[in-house]
Each structure stands twice: as structure tokens, then as C-alpha cells.
């Protein structure tokens, strides 16, 4: 069974950076798209970045691009999300998520497509 463990999540002052961490285990991850998404209260997850099965082609939500960037090693079974200039808006649970594509380079973008979830990392962003 594919399990997902996310870390580096905490309470950072607005224009700070924060690296949040995912270890899968069960599976090696060569198949499997990646994904990081986060839901803030009274709001609904939100997908953030999103990586294909080779890591050649990333996808990110319009308010993140520029600031975020997901990164994935297969050697290590762990996706990354770096995160800079870090805003209020930015708080949230953070999840990274596992999907099973049709293909190396396909990336899918909605909660509804990804299969496995882990716990969640809080990500605070308050000065």
C-alpha cells in the first residue's frame, strides 16, 4: 500500500520560505504523478503544483507561480515543494498526493484524480 508522510510545515512571517517534504513509501515512485495541494478553513483543497511521472513537466496554480516549485526524486521516493515569499493567503494544511497517469508526461491538476493522500502539513504564514 502507497503511503504518504508530508513534513516541514510551521509558522513563518510573510515573505519568508518554507520546503515542504513528502516520503512515500510502498512503491517505488517512477509511476506515479505527483501532487501538492492545501486547504485553508472553510475553503476547498485546492490544487497548488503538480509534477509528471518523469518530472519534465510541472503545472502550477496561477497565484503560486514564480514562488512555488515542486521537485521530485525518485532515487530518495520523495517530492518537495519550495515555497518563497510566503503570504497570509498562503496558510493552509498542505498534502502531497500520488496519482497514476496514462503516460510519462501527462499531469493531473484536480483532487478527483489522485488516488493516494497523505496526512497534511500545516503551513502558517503570520507576522
Known amino acids: 500500500q502507497l503511503q504518504l508522510v508530508e513534513s516541514g510545515g510551521g509558522l513563518v512571517q510573510p515573505g519568508g520560505s518554507l520546503r515542504l517534504s513528502c516520503v512515500i513509501s510502498g512503491y517505488s515512485l517512477d509511476g506515479f504523478g505527483l501532487g501538492w495541494f492545501r486547504q485553508a478553513p472553510g475553503k476547498e483543497r485546492e490544487g497548488v503544483a503538480f509534477?509528471?511521472?518523469?518530472?519534465?513537466?510541472?503545472k502550477y496554480k496561477d497565484s503560486v507561480k514564480g514562488r512555488f516549485t515542486i521537485a521530485r526524486d525518485n532515487a530518495k521516493n520523495t517530492v518537495s515543494l519550495q515555497m518563497n515569499n510566503l503570504a497570509p493567503e498562503d496558510t493552509a494544511v498542505y498534502y502531497c498526493a500520488a496519482n497514476i497517469p496514462g503516460n510519462a508526461v501527462m499531469v493531473k491538476t484536480t483532487q478527483y484524480e489522485y488516488e493516494y493522500w497523505g496526512q497534511g502539513t500545516q503551513v502558517t504564514v503570520s507576522s
Open positions: 509534477i509528471s511521472v518523469n518530472g519534465g513537466v510541472t
